[in-house]
């Protein structure tokens, strides 16, 4: 270290600043000021810029983005993957699959993240892609957002639950287990296993079971032991006979507090919209953040949504998507 020290006194160039202009001194003094650069750059750059770049589309307009009869579905068709909801850094359009073991989503988000707007995206696209081959059970526990669809009634919607007593609660949990125990007497009168074995020309919808505000239902459920386990076994059961979850709340650890945490580990699928770091963090299960992931959680605007993704190589592992 000090023979390194003594050649870098020996050998080293003394660079001095004053009034903003740098002189090296080393023996003879040697002026150097700063190039002064054009303030504005010429239209004709601009334009070269333009037509030389290719220009990528942000729009998340769905209509625009993805079209309402962009291709024609086939009846029979039951598995619910690449439902269209936002677009990415990229410009691409990002999709969400509801099969295999993400039958269960959650969404976390804050009050006006656009949670509402995500769960509209979310139908819209199941029924474009699968008009017929869906059955939606809607519940609503502010008693707003699925109103709409009373007035403007889809033959998709088999249910619409604008209520949030007890009573209610476990009506639709006993209705949602009749429907359960009828499919295993079906399936099981047919030698079926999984809903992939039921031939298409066979009427037997994938049950869409979504739940806005999914807190207020939690709540009921963890002061009922019998409904909580019935809801389990919906879970744990539901999947392979064609049910698909969607829950939609503010906070992860509140909203889920109804639910055993068997039924929490099979929610595989977890989607964060604008809330507070520590939410978003255990919402999506995730320990170190990248410094990357970091700035987009801190910087995450309404109508955005984030998802976990496989590590990359430099540690980032979330991606942000502009919601359609």
């Known amino acids: 270290p000090n023979n390194e020290l003594t050649y870098i006194a020996n050998n080293a160039i003394s660079i001095d600043g004053a009034s903003g202009e740098f002189y090296i001194t080393d023996g003879n003094v040697a002026g150097y000021s700063w190039h002064s650069a054009h303030t504005e750059l010429s239209q004709e750059l601009f ?30 068709n039951r598995v619910l993957a690449n439902i269209p909801f936002g677009i990415d850094k990229d410009g691409n359009v990002a999709t969400l699959h509801f099969e295999d073991e993400f039958f269960g989503t959650f969404i976390c988000g804050a009050s006006r993240s656009g949670k ?3 769960l509209h995206t ?11 081959d869906v059955e939606l059970w809607l519940i609503d526990f502010k008693k707003v957002e699925f109103a709409q669809y009373i007035e403007h009634h ?41 809903l992939a074995d039921v031939p298409p020309t066979r009427s037997m919808p994938v049950v869409v079971i979504l739940i806005d ?8 459920l963890a002061a009922s032991e019998d409904y909580r386990e019935k809801f389990r076994l919906l879970f744990s059961e539901g999947a392979s006979f064609g049910f698909r979850f969607i829950l939609s709340c503010q906070a992860f650890s509140e909203g889920t507090r109804g639910l055993a945490e068997f039924a929490k580990m099979q929610i595989q699928q977890r989607i964060v ?49 502009h919601v359609l």
């Not at 209520?163 to 009828?182: A, G, Y």
């Open 154 to 194: 889809p033959p998709h919607v088999r249910y619409i639950l604008l209520e949030n007593s007890p009573e209610i609660v476990f009506d639709i949990v006993d209705e949602l287990t009749k429907k359960l125990e009828l499919r295993k007497d079906v399936f099981k009168n047919n030698g079926w296993t999984k």
């Open 213 to 220: 505000e999914f807190s207020e239902m939690s709540g009921i």
């Open 116 to 118: 509402t707007t995500l």
């Open 47 to 76: 334009a070269h810029y333009e037509q030389t770049t290719e220009q990528i589309d942000f729009d998340n307009d769905y209509e625009h983005r993805i079209g309402y009869l962009s291709h024609i579905p086939h009846k029979g």
């Open 273 to 321: 919209m604008k809330s507070v770091r520590s939410e978003i963090k255990g919402t999506l299960d995730i320990g170190q953040l990248s410094t990357d992931d970091q700035l987009m959680i801190e910087n995450l605007k309404p109508h955005y949504a984030i998802q976990r993704m496989p590590l990359d190589t430099r540690g980032n592992q979330l991606k942000k998507v």
């Open 122 to 132: 979310i139908i819209n696209g199941l029924l474009c892609h699968h008009p017929d």
